[in-house]
């Protein structure tokens, strides 16, 4: 595992892209500030697809991404495993200028997330910046060229700062000939005992923070920009050194610092709204772990993630774009950026379905010796990541997965990190890649008869699980999945159900509170009487039906019944209608002939 700051990001940057393009199939996810911005938005049994996703958004776009993990399987055929490396990325919200991040934060979440071992201030002291499209363009134009950051939305300490360096520039430079020189400290309330004579800081061997980076690059360019016929330098800690010089050597300077920059950042340097070579520098910094996110969309290569629907909605409108309105939208956008996504929640479920439809074997070969091994209908509990990753570690799962295509832990593990538990997004991300592997393998083994169940290839495990391709877990909806590359299946959860009160209106609260006795379940009010039952599986929903059957308080019926008794009382109306308006016209008509008025 190795974790990655601000501090070390630059340095470790390359190890990620060679990791991401050497890859087989990357396994991501992602620990947010909450999961439910708004209560009434909560996970319903009545949600389609789309409507899910409508209920998601509303609270996606407050909420973040504070820890994403990765973790990159290389597959090595002649030794016949795959080497993991796991990178473990703190995400600091970006506020600089007229960006200033604000989210929400869920209690229950964070501490989740704290009882977990998440260390909130490495985030907040080390966390890596980042910015989203919208962002970075409202940056863009905050520096646009020749407009100085004091124009700008500023904080009043950082303001306070540029304005002392003008002021002392100010006195200085007028009197000054070209050659000459002398230094500032634009941060006086810091080590003002460790400045000597000549205006230096004698300790400065602390890397600088995130934010004297920026605060510097924003004084080199604030000062070049105020004053032409100056050049700024950095010297140890934070102090300034401003010379006099003259106007062709300045032009000379201006060519070298954007060739460097160039070089550093590739050629985008005036590519949008024209800014300088110190607001890019600024511009790049911030961007941080963005350019994570574009390295995975770049890579093309198959993404796993665990119940991964929310992580995939909080990082597109986070790193990419703002949540399309659409539902359909959404899903060639996702489609588009990751084309190919598995998640081992959803795989779990099938494969645990599968292996229910009979008695299934496989041949296990121990010591020159072959025998034939039953697969338990129970293989998981739950199918929680945790459940699922200690099962392929018991004795069963070990004995499974005997000759499964080997998972090792490659280079880059960082010492210092210790031991990994659950809910941290590196680790978390790892299991989720190596359960994904062997479920492929127990995959391959129940379809497979018992003569065949060995030999099976790396290249194989994909094919086993290629029709859950782009099939992404929906929890507690009407149907299992929503799929990003096609039309949404059709629900798959027992009919719905009517319930009727029969004395007072329908409490919805203590209709729920009876019902939760059954199994899961949801209710929806219909009327003052009346309301819908979704029940979560069809051992639930012929419980309830069985239960209510006798009671005098409430009628539960099926939603099919209901519907047909709707119509046959809506028959039996027109045709009463009908036969009285004959009835009406024939006495009519006989009075008419009989000569009476009507």
């Given at each position: ?6 501090n070390?990001?630059?340095?470790k ?10 890859s ?5 996810d ?6 439910h911005s708004?209560?009434e ?41 795959y080497v993991?490396?796991t990178?473990?990325f703190?995400?600091?919200?970006t ?14 979440s964070?501490?989740f997330l704290?009882c ?15 910015l ?20 700008c ?13 003008c002021?002392?520039?100010?006195q ?15 941060y ?7 400045v000597?004579e ?20 924003l ?15 950095s010297?140890d800690g ?18 070298e ?11 985008v340097?005036?590519?949008?709204i ?14 941080g772990?963005?350019?994570i996110f ?9 993404i ?17 774009c703002p949540?399309?309105e ?19 929640k ?13 008695p ?6 121990q010591?020159?010796?072959s ?6 209908r ?29 998972v090792?832990k ?5 010492p210092?990190?210790?031991?990994k538990?659950f ?26 008869s ?42 798959f959860?027992p009919?719905l ?12 609260t ?28 069809e ?11 006798y ?17 046959s009382?809506?028959?039996h ?8 308006g004959?009835t009406?016209?024939t006495?009519r008509?006989f009075?008419?002939?009989?000569g009476?008025?009507?």
């Amino acid at each position: 595992m190795c974790d990655i700051f601000w501090n070390n990001f630059e340095e470790k940057f390359q190890d990620v892209k060679e990791s991401f393009d050497q890859s087989a199939m990357i396994s991501v996810d992602c620990e947010l500030t909450g999961l439910h911005s708004f209560e009434e938005y909560r996970p319903s049994l009545f949600d389609s697809g789309a409507e899910r996703y409508e209920k998601l958004k509303a609270g996606v776009n407050q909420l973040l991404v504070i820890q994403l993990g990765v973790t990159t399987f290389c597959l090595s055929r002649e030794e016949d495993r795959y080497v993991a490396r796991t990178f473990t990325f703190y995400l600091l919200p970006t506020s600089f200028l007229s960006v200033d991040t604000r989210f929400i934060c869920q209690a229950s979440s964070l501490c989740f997330l704290s009882c977990a071992g998440f260390d909130f201030n490495k985030l907040f002291s080390e966390g890596i910046p980042y910015l989203s499209p919208q962002q970075e363009r409202k940056l863009r134009l905050d520096l646009q060229r020749g407009r100085p950051a004091l124009a700008c939305n500023l904080s009043s300490d950082l303001r306070s700062v540029l304005e002392r360096a003008c002021w002392q520039v100010s006195q200085w430079a007028p009197s000054a000939l070209p050659g000459q020189s002398f230094k500032i400290h634009p941060y006086p309330e810091q080590k003002l005992d460790e400045v000597d004579e000549e205006n230096s800081i004698l300790d400065a061997s602390m890397p600088p923070s995130l934010t004297t980076l920026l605060r510097e690059l924003l004084l080199h360019r604030e000062l070049r920009l105020n004053f032409p016929d100056i050049w700024t330098y950095s010297e140890d800690g934070s102090v300034l050194r401003i010379e006099k010089i003259r106007y062709e050597e300045r032009i000379q300077l201006e060519r070298e610092e954007e060739t460097k920059v160039k070089e550093e950042y590739g050629n985008v340097v005036n590519e949008d709204i024209d800014v300088d070579c110190l607001a890019e520098k600024a511009i790049q910094l911030l961007l941080g772990a963005t350019k994570i996110f574009h390295l995975l969309v770049n890579a093309k290569k198959p993404i796993i993630g665990h119940n991964c629907l929310l992580d995939l909605m909080v990082l597109l409108k986070q790193f990419y774009c703002p949540l399309p309105e659409k539902y359909k939208d959404f899903k060639k956008v996702i489609h588009r950026i990751f084309p190919e996504i598995y998640d081992t929640k959803f795989i779990s479920f099938e494969v645990k379905a599968q292996n229910f439809r009979g008695p299934k074997f496989f041949r296990c070969t121990q010591n020159n010796t072959s025998k034939l091994v039953r697969i338990d209908r129970e293989l998981w509990e739950i199918n929680s990541l945790p459940s699922i990753y200690s099962f392929f570690h018991s004795t069963k799962g070990l004995e499974l997965t005997k000759d499964a295509i080997r998972v090792e832990k490659g280079l880059g593990a960082d010492p210092t990190s210790g031991d990994k538990r659950f809910h941290d997004a590196g680790w978390d991300s790892y299991c989720t890649g190596f359960c994904f592997i062997r479920l492929g393998h127990l995959k391959a083994i129940i379809g497979k008869s018992s003569s065949c169940s060995q030999g099976i290839g790396a290249g194989e495990y994909l094919r086993e699980l290629v029709d859950f391709r782009n099939c992404v877990n929906l929890m507690q909806a009407r149907s299992p999945y929503l799929k990003l590359d096609g039309e949404d299946p059709n629900n798959f959860r027992p009919p719905l159900l009517h319930i009727e009160s029969r004395k007072d209106p329908i409490n919805i609260t203590k209709v729920k509170w009876m019902l939760s006795a059954y199994g899961s379940v949801d209710v929806k009010k219909c009327s003052t009487y009346c309301a819908t039952i979704a029940a979560m599986s069809e051992n639930c929903y012929c419980t309830i039906l069985k239960a209510f059957s006798y009671r005098d308080d409430y009628c539960v019926t099926k939603m099919k019944s209901c519907t047909q008794s709707k119509i046959s009382l809506m028959l039996h109306a027109i045709i009463a209608a009908t036969a009285t308006g004959i009835t009406i016209l024939t006495l009519r008509n006989f009075r008419s002939r009989a000569g009476l008025s009507t």
